[in-house]
DNA sequence: TATGTATGGTAAG
DNA sequence: TTACCCTACATAA
């Protein structure tokens, strides 16, 4: 279920982990190599990338993807629950909380030269404090690509999905066909201001959410599921009510109204 | 119960 | 560009 901005939340929620010598076991069996490695080792940090998760310890760092079906689930201690079906199991052994990784894209060790390649290869991660947008913006001027490819280009931009990638480009009324290096200096800034304030938002609720709390009239938190997002698997513009294009851009199906994403 | 689809990415062709 | 990974879930039958 991941674009970047559930990622972070992890991130933020494992830092409770941060400083702990940790039990590691690999219970499906398919991870035994790098879980007896890591085993009785001190968390140093946890970070988080893109839709990377970076867990350091010395000398090797754990990078788990979650792909498209991978999930992590919290456990609090002596909650005792042997599950065969995780590749990975991590517990503090100070407190006894563990958390659960299941059907990840990459679980993985990587030396530092490794971890330092990954991060290389990633563009500006919108949710990081340092993220620099004008190596993005930088990117986007030579960029032949329309904007839906763009923005799911995790080399240009990181932490954007697939959903959050058609509710940027209504929300600008935007066409995800337009050139990615035809928008103006003050348009890109505008882009880049609302993708990281939806990704922050996404990431405090733990959901995506990109329609206002104000024109339904009810907090983010009562909004239901199909009420959360604008035109994510729609039928309809919900300005205009006209019938949303729908249509595979860059190998992922997007939506989008051509009467008001024109520009 | 069967079928279709997917919030992601890699590698083969 | 296409196949694949091979799980979870929603919807159709």
Redo the contacts with the bound molecule.
């Keep these: ?3 970047g901005h ?1 990622i972070h939340r992890v991130a933020d929620d494992h830092q409770i982990f941060v400083g702990a010598t940790v039990k590691v076991r690999s219970p499906d069996g398919r991870f035994m190599f790098g879980a007896e490695e890591l085993d009785s080792q001190t968390l140093q940090s946890v970070d988080a990338w ?2 990377h998760l970076l867990y350091q310890f010395k000398p090797k760092t754990l990078h788990i ?1 979650l ?3 991978g999930s992590i689930r919290f456990r609090k201690a002596h909650t005792l629950h042997e599950d065969q ?1 995780a590749r990975l199991l991590v517990q503090d052994e100070r407190t006894g909380d563990s958390f659960l990784l ?2 990840p ?1 990459h679980c993985e060790l990587l030396s530092s030269f490794a971890r330092k390649d990954l991060i290389r290869r990633l563009g500006p991660d919108l949710l990081r404090p340092d993220a620099d947008p004008e190596i993005t913006w930088t990117l986007m001027q030579r960029s032949q690509a329309g904007l839906g490819e763009f923005l ?1 280009d ?1 080399s240009c931009i990181s932490g954007i ?3 959050y990638r058609s509710e940027i480009l209504f929300l600008l009324r935007m066409h995800p066909h337009r050139r990615a290096g035809s928008l103006t200096r003050e348009e890109f800034d505008t882009l880049w201001r609302l993708a990281a304030d939806l990704l922050e938002v996404g990431r405090h609720h733990n959901a ?1 959410i990109t329609a206002s709390p104000k024109r339904l009239g009810k907090p983010r938190e009562q909004m239901h599921r199909s009420e959360r997002v604008l035109v994510y698997r729609k039928r309809e513009c919900p300005d205009c009510g006209a019938l949303l294009t729908v249509e595979r851009i860059a ?3 997007a939506w989008f109204c051509e009467r008001c994403q024109s520009g």
């Design positions: 279920m991941p674009e559930l893109g839709k993807h792909g498209l079906e079906r299941y059907n894209l799911l995790q999905g697939n959903i995506i190998n992922r199906t």
